[in-house]
């Protein structure tokens, strides 16, 4: 031991140093690594101790925002650890109601949130609030209503609830074709065909996507014929 | 006598700029640059309200730590230097050189905040993200925010110590922009008293929640042309009044 520190006495001053920078550097790596290895098996726990939205929203005093950024890499990462199996989707709405308490106006929280609440945890009225949450603070917001005729329409297949949220889309400012081509589908699919055309109709009339007329005309045709074989009457083909 | 007062200012300006205060916009870049390249591919769609979040808060923060670390020492340097002393025998008062002290670092500020916002600028083009107008409205608010909280730190060191002149100047920045929660408490506090209490401290305390528009420039929302107004009247109303109550403290301040 004494003749190693003896050599190392001769060698260079910048090789001394670079050792004992080099062997300083290894000891933090190592260190971490173990702090690393603890917070995995404490990672449940640590989420216990976010505040709440609602707090954070006072606490942060002006960068609200920021803080709303920063859990929301938080979630996302939340949500990745998941995907790699390292845990179940617990805390995940919890991180999401801190997400959209502090930045109501985050859209994508919502509709991430309300996504994973439907397809990974099979909680479909959860989502729904969360998307209905998000609308109260968004009410021109397109995407939000969507999603929610998109929950009735795919996953709870409640046609005549999904063509009501799709037409209420259908309304928002911004909202495109594609949100009044589904609550015209929907009215169709629900056998509410006087609806379906009209939504069709509303569509023709105000679509600038010929494609989109093209289409609209055709399902107006499509409704038509089923009403009148519904009525007894002939199809238009055999006229 | 608007000339001395204009000296005193160039040479704030000259000496915050030969103590490299510039550097912190060096680093502002850098946090920009990180967010929006490094982080993108966690952002899941909202890379553009990333950027532009991290951008305008950065922009606040960083404005916020040079008003704390210079303006809460820019007084006491020049006591401990015995510089006032020899500035006072010349023909300025010693209100005159509180202002130009103010306006010194307000021009910092204001230089501070123009490099920022150009860089800010550059990187939201770079990220693809269209910059709206709006944000200029979220830029001149950031600096009358940082223009009050001047006006603060100047009152503050005119009778404490540079710490404490930081530390006061930081809780009225929190009590500032928790100013409506206060009233709110005290309106469901339930008694009348307490509801006026709250109502007095509401009013008294600038509220800085004012000139937060960060958010809604961000989610696009529209900012009225009055708000920027009524925001300009709030801030030199308080200006005014810091600077006011500053210049009364500072003339009967014993010099030594």
Known sequence: MRTLVQRLRRLPAWLQGGLGGALLLGVAVVSLQGIERTARASDQVEKLYYPSGRFLREGTVGYREIVAD?????????????RKGDHDLR???????????????????????SL??????????RAIDLLKRGI????????????????????????ERAAAWFAIAARCPEATDFARRFAAFSRQRAGNLEGSIALWRNLYETTSNPAMRDLAL?????????????????????? | MLNQGKAVAMNTFRETVRDRIFYIVGIFGLILIGSSAVLSPLTIGAQGKIVADVGLSSMSLFGLLVVLLVGSSMLRKELEKRTLTTILTKPITRGQYLCGKFCGLT??????????????????????????P???????LTFLELTLINAAVVLFSTFVSPTLAAVFTL??????????????????MGSAWQAQISKIVYYLIPNLEVFNIRGAVVHGQPVAFSHLILATLYCLVYVLLFMLLASVIFARKELR
């Not at chain 1, 920063?70 to 998941?82: E, I, N, S």
């Not at chain 1, 994973?116 to 009225?125: E, G, L």
Request: charged residues 10%; contains cysteine.
């Open chain 1, 116 to 125: 994973v609440a439907s397809m990974d945890q099979d909680q479909i009225p």
């Open chain 1, 218 to 239: 055709k399902m107006i045709g499509q409704c038509e014929e089923q009403l009148q074989q519904q009525a007894g009457g002939l199809p238009k083909e055999s006229l």
């Open chain 1, 136 to 159: 109260l603070a968004n009410p021109d917001n397109w995407l939000l209503p969507f999603q929610i005729g998109f929950n009735h329409y795919i996953l709870s297949q409640d046609y």
């Open chain 2, 134 to 140: 709006r944000f200029l409205a979220a830029f001149y």
């Open chain 2, 171 to 188: 809780c009225l920045f929190v009590i500032g922009h928790l100013s409506e929660s206060v009233m709110n408490f005290g309106l469901v």
């Open chain 1, 70 to 82: 920063f859990l929301w890499f938080r979630t996302v990462q939340y949500y990745g650890a998941y």
């Open chain 2, 107 to 132: 021009v910092t500020l204001l230089c501070m905040l123009l490099v920022m916002s150009l860089v800010f600028l550059v990187i939201m083009l770079v990220c693809r993200v269209t910059p709206h």
């Open chain 1, 91 to 113: 805390y995940f709405s919890g991180l999401v109601d801190a997400v959209t308490t502090l930045d109501p106006q985050f859209i994508e929280a919502y509709y991430f949130g």
